[in-house]
């Protein structure tokens, strides 16, 4: 199995009284690719880091083999929501993937 975990801030732009409503449809869309991209095991969606981190959200997935990784990030359903739920309001991601 390996992980994948992905964090990102918010544009600087997006409005503090949007980014709940925001968070909330990230979690919802991409917790829906859970059985539509083959090898995505698992997906929890951090909505409320405490006040010390550095993002303001995370993904974090597990998948069956590396090679998903890939598998995972090209995916039309995962591109569709991205594409549509996180990178019109997101900057700063990071990612790390482990075993």
């Known amino acids: 199995m390996v992980h994948h ?8 732009e ?5 980014k709940a409503e925001l968070k909330k449809a990230m979690a919802e869309n ?6 539509k991209v ?23 997935t597990t998948l069956e083999k590396a ?5 995972y990030g090209s ?3 995962h591109v569709k929501v991205a594409d549509t739920y996180v990178r019109p309001y ?3 991601r990071a990612c ?3 075993e």
């Open 5 to 12: 975990v992905v964090m990102w801030k918010f544009k600087p």
């Open 14 to 18: 997006i409005e503090e009284e949007r």
């Open 67 to 71: 090679e998903d990784i890939a598998v």
């Open 96 to 98: 790390l993937d482990y």
């Open 38 to 60: 083959p090898g995505l095991l698992t997906v929890d969606f951090v909505e409320n880091p405490i006040p010390s981190s550095t993002h303001d959200m995370a993904l974090v």
């Open 90 to 92: 997101t900057t700063e």
């Open 30 to 35: 991409l917790k829906g690719l859970v059985g």
């Open 75 to 77: 995916h039309p359903e």
